[in-house]
């Protein structure tokens, strides 16, 4: 397979504020509501704890090391996604080649792409969000147009369009 793209997709920055502010706003909603409210509503510790408990859980969501993926695109179409490890290491990466499923879309700052095994039958969907920020301003234009003409190429009408 002889690759015409190769990118790296390194976490990104806003994906990764995204839920630590969600938790923030929900640590404010938790004090809000277990300071301001618990005599005039009977509940509002319970309330609090649930707010509380999710707050937490999306802090932890955003404290998580992310992932580095790797997306291999082919002349002829062909997709390969990986999961990489030690990014500075160089050689050959053996996966599975992936289809491009319907429901991808690209718009101009976050592209979802969804996608699974070719050869397996049966094998789980993956979606993977590509960020802006988190390839480089030449590899993004580059996956944008590769992922058009294979969007093109799967469904007929533009990539750009939720199918």
Same mark, same amino acid.
């Given at each position: 397979?002889?690759?015409?793209?190769?990118?790296?997709?390194?976490?990104?920055?806003?994906?990764?504020?995204?839920?630590?502010? %969600?938790?923030?706003?929900?640590?404010?909603?938790?004090?809000?509501?277990?300071?301001?409210?618990?005599?005039?509503?009977?509940?509002?510790?319970?309330?609090?704890?649930?707010?509380?408990?999710?707050?937490?859980?999306?802090?932890?969501?955003?404290? #998580?090391?992310?992932?580095?993926? #790797?997306?291999?695109?082919?002349?002829?179409?062909?997709?390969?996604?990986?999961?990489?490890?030690?990014?500075?290491?160089?050689?050959?990466?053996?996966?599975?080649?992936?289809?491009?499923?319907?429901?991808?879309?690209?718009?101009?700052?976050?592209?979802?792409?969804?996608?699974?095994?070719?050869?397996?039958?049966?094998?789980?969907?993956?979606?993977?969000?590509?960020?802006?920020?988190?390839?480089?301003?030449?590899?993004?234009?580059?996956?944008?147009?590769?992922?058009?003409?294979?969007?093109?190429? %799967?469904?007929?009408?533009?990539?750009?369009?939720?199918?």
């Amino acid at each position: 397979m002889s690759i015409a793209l190769s990118v790296i997709v390194r976490p990104s920055r806003v994906h990764r504020l995204l839920p630590l502010g %969600c938790g923030l706003a929900q640590c404010a909603a938790a004090l809000a509501v277990g300071i301001g409210t618990p005599a005039r509503f009977p509940g509002a510790y319970w309330l609090a704890a649930v707010l509380a408990g999710s707050a937490l859980t999306l802090m932890l969501g955003a404290a #998580r090391r992310p992932k580095t993926h #790797r997306i291999d695109i082919s002349g002829t179409g062909e997709l390969r996604v990986t999961v990489q490890q030690d990014v500075g290491v160089t050689g050959p990466v053996t996966s599975v080649p992936m289809v491009l499923l319907a429901g991808s879309v690209r718009w101009p700052m976050l592209a979802l792409l969804r996608y699974r095994a070719a050869d397996v039958p049966g094998a789980a969907t993956g979606v993977l969000p590509v960020w802006r920020d988190s390839v480089d301003p030449a590899a993004w234009r580059t996956l944008a147009v590769a992922l058009a003409v294979i969007g093109r190429r %799967c469904g007929g009408e533009g990539f750009d369009k939720i199918r």
